[in-house]
């Protein structure tokens, strides 16, 4: 004997379940191309540059310009200052992906072992800094004189990069490592952005 197929209707709850999954499906997809479209946007004037000395000099006027913001804060203003410094550590440790990763290695395979080693230790100190100012009060009257002398020290490490080693390193290598190089920083500074 057999028996004809049923042909049962999904109950509301399983109706529901099955709407329920596609809008958790949708909320995902949407919340990985909103993601996708952040990192293109943080990453968009470094890949855009015209040379990847270029890009990085765009980072650190970026970086400098939060530091503007930063110093025009006054004590009362806590909550702004701990947003500018998220946005410093953000940036910075892009910054240090890209060059830690790709450029002080092209150094060093270019045979300039001990400027690589410098910078690297500079990154070091850019660290303290920021664990520093991330463990101290925002309200403290320290805050502004440690972020100032942060702000030389990085200054000082920016142009040092910016007129000498980065454009020397750039002269030094061929058009196609040079351009190998900026698509090898654009891809290490697209994971963190």
Known sequence: MTTAP??????NHQSNLGVIAGAATAGA????????GRKAAVQAPSALAANWVAALTAEHKAVLKIFDALEATESR???K????LAQLKHALAKHDVEEGNVVYPAL?????TEEADHLTKDHGYVKQYLYELDNMPRDSAEFPAKLRKFRADLEKHMTEEETDLFPSLRAQLSDEKNKALAAAMNKEGFKVA
């Not at 997809?29 to 996708?36: C, H, K, R």
């Open 29 to 36: 997809a949407i919340g990985v191309l909103a993601m996708l």
């Open 81 to 84: 200052r701990a947003i500018l």
């Open 108 to 112: 060093r395979e270019a045979g300039r």
């Open 77 to 79: 203003n806590t909550t």
């Open 6 to 11: 049923t042909t049962e209707k999904p109950t």
